[in-house]
């Protein structure tokens, strides 16, 4: 998603850059043409681009880390990328709790250091972002933090000691057990427990941590526009009363009507007023966090709802509350339901899916969701790989790369804007259906089928009574006549 | 997969965010706003109730208002036939009293001069009468002169009583 956060984005500033210069061409054709002028200069200068793509690649060496760029985007972060660098971090609040239970809270600047080498062949100084110690000293002992990378916590920080005795015997028998199995040498272990940094091992400890991250921020973000989008409709309502708002709030306006009329109140009836809150707070939350996800640069672009641990909390919340406000008769048809004895007793048949069905509805909104962003982020951020991958071809073939790669990013991104809506939509259609199965009362399930055979009943009585004196008039004025 | 793995400090902050969320829209964001729409659905459906209720009030009013007008010129036209009528009956009756004065007031002369007519005829026979009888007076004298006409005169009458 992060397209232009990524490590290629000097690529984006030379298309941007030769496309204004070459942009004022057209202005001199007939009016005519100049639309057809203009798309054949975008595309010629896409096809130049490469050049300077492949340029671009070659001076981190050629080879392309596809798989770390990737799941660096989709991932999470101590610090936010900045648009058009490679080295620069919005810094964020990290806070750990160490081992022996103390909370620090600093900057993720002090976990990376920004270094400069310069490439004997070609003299061109390389930027790049490494990790270093954090050493604070706190009553006398001193604590040492570490964004982890050559270790089963990958990207993760994590508290670091010196190894003792014992602990390096240890180390070393279980590196030569490595070896053994190992067939090729493939550099670093990673070895449980333990982190390898600047040519050591460490005795590495995960602790607890609830840092401000990337995606955490981005979580705050959301929530304040949320509330900025709701109060500021309320405002609107306290200052003008009640007329309609429009534009921006009227859109908004709009879809709260349709999310709570038609489709939580067409749902739940009369216990609309019980669940709509918490119903259109995750409608709106899933929706802006999406949409959020979907800008590229700063306030947007963390992979939120893309983020498993986020959407299972949501469909946790949804669950929760399906199961505690669930009546009698919902619980009655999960134990004892309405089937043939053979199929509850006296092997619980029914039971065993009832109960399964429980946690499967709720599961099944968390990978959904989850799933759903997670793959429009990863197809965006491919596709736009796909041109540096095919930076080897020469230009011609990365020039049509380029141009069809970004045709299709654009066509997805904008894709993606649908699913933003369609996502959060489903989500929260689920949820208020799940909701109102767990709703359902004995005496009202009965009643709502009499009551329907009634009412349909009298329905036509009415009708019938209405046809008659609409006759009998008719009679009467011809009678006049 | 670190992708399929939750990390606990991305649960914990999402957990806290997203209940904190929860209650404060719950408390004081959604309420509102839903409050608000219905509020406002009902005034609009009102509003058209109102309108729907004010045109049927117009239109009334209107027809009313036209009945009015004819009535009143309904009873405009009768007044001013009334008008012309009462006109034409006081000419008529003004015409018929002058001529019944008229007529009285000629029978009257036309009784006086009967009357003076009478009197002048019952005046002039009398004096007729009165002028013969002295003609005849005198003629008598003139004739019974001699005692021989008065003689015979006597005979003659009473031979004429005689005779009766």
Not at chain 2, 104 to 127: G, T, V, Y
Request: proline share 3%.
């Amino acid at each position: 998603m992060c397209l232009l956060t990524g490590c290629r984005s000097d690529t984006y500033i030379n298309i941007l850059t030769t496309m204004s210069k070459y942009h004022k061409i057209p202005l001199i054709h007939s009016l005519a043409t100049t639309r057809r002028a203009v798309l054949g200069l975008l595309i010629a200068v896409l096809l130049m681009a490469p050049s300077a793509a492949s340029a671009a690649g070659h001076d981190e060496g050629g080879s392309l880390d596809v798989k770390g760029i990737i799941f660096e985007h989709l991932g999470d972060g101590y610090g936010w990328e900045v648009p058009f660098s490679h080295t620069d971090r919005i810094p964020l609040p990290v806070i750990v709790r160490s081992e022996d239970h103390n909370w620090f809270c600093f900057s993720s600047a002090g976990l990376t250091e920004k270094t400069e080498t310069v490439d004997p062949e070609s003299g061109k100084t390389h930027h790049a972002l490494e990790p270093v110690v954090k050493t604070i000293e706190r009553d006398g002992k001193t604590y040492r933090f570490l964004i982890a990378h050559e270790s089963a916590n990958k990207d993760k920080v994590v508290e670091i000691f010196d190894l003792t005795p014992a602990e390096q015997k240890e180390l070393d028998a279980r590196l030569a057990d490595e070896k053994k199995t190992g067939d090729v040498d493939l550099g670093v272990q990673v070895i449980d427990g333990y982190v390898y940094y600047d040519g050591k091992y460490y005795r590495e400890y995960r602790p607890l941590d609830l840092s401000v991250t990337k995606n955490v921020a981005a979580l705050f973000i959301a929530v304040i526009l949320v509330i900025a989008m709701v109060f500021g409709l309320v405002g609107f309502y306290r200052r003008k009363g009640m007329r309609a708002p429009r534009k921006g709030m009227g859109f908004f306006e709009m879809l709260v009507g349709f999310i709570y009329n038609d489709t939580i109140k067409a749902t739940l009836g009369d216990k609309t007023k019980k669940f709509a809150p918490y119903l259109l707070t995750v409608f709106f939350f899933i929706l802006v966090m999406n949409i959020v996800g979907l800008i590229v640069i700063f306030p947007g672009g963390a992979n939120l709802t893309g983020n498993i641990a986020v959407t299972l909390v949501l469909a946790l919340c949804t669950f929760i509350i399906t199961n505690i406000f669930g009546t009698k008769h919902y619980w009655k048809e999960i134990f004892w339901p309405d089937v043939p004895l053979f199929l509850k007793f006296p092997l619980p048949i029914m039971q065993l899916i009832e109960v399964f069905g429980i946690f499967t509805k709720p599961a099944a909104l968390c990978v959904r969701l989850f799933a759903n962003m997670m793959g429009g982020h990863m197809i965006v951020i491919t596709l736009t790989l796909l041109i540096f991958i095919l930076g080897a071809f020469g230009a011609a073939v990365v020039g049509l790369t380029t141009v069809v790669s970004v045709l299709f990013t654009i066509f997805m991104l904008l894709l993606d804007v649908l699913v933003s809506f369609i996502q959060a939509y489903v989500f929260t259609l689920l949820s208020t259906l799940f909701i109102s199965m767990a709703q359902i009362d004995e005496e009202e399930h009965h009643a709502k089928e009499d009551k329907g055979d009634s009412a349909a009943e009298s329905k036509d009585l009415a009708e019938l009574a209405a046809q008659k004196e609409l006759i009998s008039r008719e009679a009467a004025e011809m009678d006049l006549k | 997969m670190e992708l399929f793995t939750p990390d606990f400090g991305l649960v914990f902050w999402m957990f806290v965010a997203f209940i904190l969320l929860f209650l404060v829209l719950a408390k004081w964001g959604w309420p509102v706003i839903i409050k608000m729409m219905d509020q406002r659905a009902n005034t609009i459906d009102q509003g058209v109730e109102d309108a729907r209720k004010a045109k049927e009030q117009l239109d009334n009013a209107r027809a009313e208002a036209q009945k009015y007008v004819k009535e009143a010129q309904a009873r405009q036209a009768e007044m001013l036939r009334e008008a012309a009528k009462m006109k034409t009956d006081i000419i008529e009756e003004a015409r018929n009293e002058a001529q019944a004065a008229a007529k009285k007031e000629m029978d009257a002369a036309r009784l006086a001069i009967e009357q003076a007519r009478k009197e002048a005829e019952l005046s002039f026979r009398n004096e007729v009468g009165r002028f013969s009888i002295d003609i005849a007076e005198k003629m008598m004298r003139e004739r019974m002169s001699d005692n021989k006409a008065q003689t015979e005169l006597v005979n003659k009458l009473l031979d004429e009583i005689e005779k009766n």
